[in-house]
């Protein structure tokens, strides 16, 4: 299947084509997305979300104890940091358009956004984190759904 639909308003939600075969113009969901988080594919083995961080707010100090994350950064500026323990975050570095950052199971970390737009990036997760369809309008709507697991 193939998701090339027409402009979206900023009331878009992204289509969660998994588990099926999938093609869909990632960069176009990204920039399109003003929700916190959306699924855009979810399989049994991995799961690809698309973000958007207000200026000023970050993702949020957090952990996946059995899956690695990826972001890949389209629009904005940021900080991430890393570490062991949440209260020792000992890697930092800065975030533009263009970069990769590889955060390995049971790392603790956190995305900030530093600019004056929205900080907007494709994350993938292996395996997947959240449920298929699933969409953040806000954090404080993630962080209400994460307290519910």
């Known amino acids: 299947m193939r998701n090339d639909r027409g402009p979206r308003s900023s009331g878009y939600i992204p289509f969660d084509g998994g588990p099926s075969p999938y093609v869909v113009p990632i960069r176009s969901e990204v920039l399109r997305n003003d929700n916190f988080r959306a699924t855009v594919w979810t ?4 799961q690809a979300t ?3 961080i207000p ?3 970050d993702v949020g100090l957090e952990l996946h104890p059995d899956v690695d994350q990826f972001f890949y950064i389209l629009l904005g500026r940021g900080n991430v940091m890393m570490g062991e ?6 890697f930092e570095s800065p975030l ?26 494709l994350t993938i997760y292996a395996p997947p984190e959240h449920p ?12 209400e759904a994460e307290g519910a697991r």
């Open 43 to 46: 399989g049994e083995n991995l």
């Open 50 to 52: 698309v973000m958007s």
């Open 55 to 57: 200026p000023g707010s």
């Open 85 to 90: 323990a949440m209260d020792n975050l000992t």
């Open 96 to 121: 533009i358009a263009g970069d990769a950052v590889f955060v390995p199971a049971g790392t603790w970390h956190n995305v900030v956004n530093i600019g004056r737009t929205p900080l907007k990036f």
């Open 132 to 143: 298929p369809g699933t969409v953040h309008t806000t954090k404080a709507e993630a962080e």
